[in-house]
T-cell receptor
Framework: GQQLNQSPQSMFIQEGEDVSMNCTSS?????WLWYKQDPGEGPVLLIA?????ELTSNGRLTAQFGITRKDSFLNISASIPSDVGIYFC?????????????FGKGTKLSVIP | EAQVTQNPRYLITVTGKKLTVTCSQN?????MSWYRQDPGLGLRQIYY???????DKGDVPEGYKVSRKEKRNFPLILESPSPNQTSLYFC?????????????FGEGSRLTVL
């Protein structure tokens, strides 16, 4: 299947700091999504992006669909302890008849109070 | 409450003993899918279903079977489990058969095969 390179793999930050993570692919994607997995839970959708260049916010979270269609970014501002978890990027490739979502390997975020 | 329900949540079994992990959604979703999550490998798709009686392989289908006889249920069957199937499994669903990627996930089923 498609490969998504998500970085960083893990982050340790102080409460109140801003966080940035990104996802890149060698292929073009039609849709980019960001999910968060709390410890012991299933992933939950944070933000969905459907258009190249699109910038979308959800509270303190902002995500962007890269102009090249091959990357996406997630920023978290003023982190708080409940931001702890694993963040996954995911994409739907630009391929006729393809409805298989590909996930990155995740960014594990730890917030130090 | 809209949800995807998986059972069992935890299971320890032995090699070769057939098992089924059930998945049920109450949102009338057309699309359902199974993923496994392993450390360092993220979420990998096992099988998916775009509607009743329509199933297809994902990226790692070997050793698994699925069925979609009813819209709400999508069980994952391990006919002869092996230790390399020890993993955390997630069922997910989406409203449209042509998935937009907006998935609702269950809480996960942690399977250990000895």
């Amino acid at each position: 299947g498609q490969q998504l390179n998500q970085s960083p793999q893990s982050m340790f930050i102080q409460e109140g700091e801003d966080v940035s993570m990104n996802c890149t692919s060698s292929s073009i994607f039609n849709t980019w999504l960001w999910y968060k997995q709390d410890p012991g839970e299933g992933p939950v959708l944070l933000i969905a992006l459907y258009k190249a260049g699109e910038l979308t916010s959800n509270g303190r979270l902002t995500a962007q669909f890269g102009i090249t269609r091959k990357d996406s970014f997630l920023n978290i501002s003023a982190s708080i302890p409940s931001d702890v978890g694993i963040y996954f990027c995911a994409g739907l490739p630009k391929r006729a008849g393809s409805y298989q979502l590909t996930f990155g390997k995740g960014t594990k975020l730890s917030v130090i109070p | 409450e809209a949800q995807v329900t998986q059972n069992p949540r935890y299971l320890i079994t032995v090699t070769g003993k057939k098992l089924t992990v059930t998945c049920s959604q109450n949102m009338n979703h057309e699309y359902m899918s199974w993923y496994r999550q392993d450390p360092g490998l993220g979420l990998r798709q096992i099988y998916y279903s775009m509607n009743v009686e329509v199933t297809d392989k994902g990226d790692v289908p070997e050793g698994y079977k699925v069925s979609r006889k009813e819209k709400r249920n999508f069980p994952l069957i391990l006919e002869s489990p092996s230790p390399n199937q020890t993993s955390l499994y997630f069922c997910a669903s989406s409203l449209q058969s042509r998935s937009t990627g907006e998935l609702f996930f269950g809480e996960g089923s942690r399977l250990t095969v000895l």
